[in-house]
Nanobody, 119 residues
Framework: EVQLVESGGGLVQPGGSLRLSCSAS????????MSWVRQAPGKGLEWVAG???????ALGGSVKGRFSVSRDNAKNSLYLQMNSLRPEDTAVYYC?????????????WGKGTLVTVSS
């Protein structure tokens, strides 16, 4: 059974940093692209960042220059480093699994972790 469990969310002041983690199990983690997707209160889903099996990364336009995504295949873990956080980054952040080794539509989602950026 595929499981994705996010951690690391919380309350942070504007300009601060947070690192989200996702622990994956139930599939061969290194073979699949992974992404972070977020949903702000009252808004739709927004793709934030992704990393393919070759560890090439891509970032959404609203987070370029502030966020970075990485993975540790030995630990079956995905990470999202978030710097220079803004109130508009407030959202539930979901760890998602792609359907292939390349960035692709997601087929499994975690339950999410809430990030609140506020003074």
């Amino acid at each position: 059974e595929v499981q994705l469990v996010e951690s690391g969310g919380g309350l942070v002041q504007p300009g601060g940093s947070l690192r989200l983690s996702c622990s994956a199990s139930g599939f061969t983690f290194s073979n699949y692209a992974m992404s972070w997707v977020r949903q702000a209160p009252g808004k739709g889903l927004e793709w934030v960042a992704g990393i393919n099996s070759g560890e090439a990364t891509a970032l959404g336009g609203s987070v370029k220059g502030r966020f970075s995504v990485s993975r540790d295949n030995a630990k079956n873990s995905l990470y999202l480093q978030m710097n220079s956080l803004r109130p508009e980054d407030t959202a539930v952040y979901y760890c998602t699994k792609g359907r292939s080794s390349s960035l692709s539509p997601q087929d499994y989602w975690g339950k999410g972790t809430l990030v609140t950026v506020s003074s």
